[in-house]
């Protein structure tokens, strides 16, 4: 049995109109089913928001990493140089050694 109802927005008052009971639990369904996804959307907000937080840090460890990098690259550039210059040096040493080595004999 249908009834017809006046239906009430803002002082309005808009011609008669059948408004059947069942769309009574069709809206308070659709009313819970907002919820959740209300619900769901504050979810998904708080997990992206954690995500970027774990982003944020893993870019901090990266430049933290990447200036060690820079640093130690910077230090190898050294001893490797250093390391050159001994060898250098032992060469022209061994070298000289030897050349005594022979005049002794």
């Known amino acids: 049995n249908r009834q017809a109802w006046l239906k009430h927005s803002r002082g309005h008052f808009f011609a008669p109109s059948l408004f059947p009971p069942f769309l009574h639990s069709l809206n308070l369904k659709m009313a819970s089913q907002g919820a959740s996804l209300q619900n769901y959307n504050n979810e998904l907000v708080q997990s992206i928001e954690d995500l970027r937080q774990k982003r ?6 990266i430049l933290k ?39 002794i004999q």
């Open 56 to 61: 944020e840090e893993v870019n901090r460890q």
């Open 65 to 103: 990493e990447e200036e060690d990098k820079a640093k130690i690259q910077k230090e190898l550039s050294i001893l490797t140089d250093r390391l050159q210059q001994l060898n250098g040096s032992l060469v022209r040493k061994t070298q000289a050694r030897n050349e005594y080595d022979k005049t």
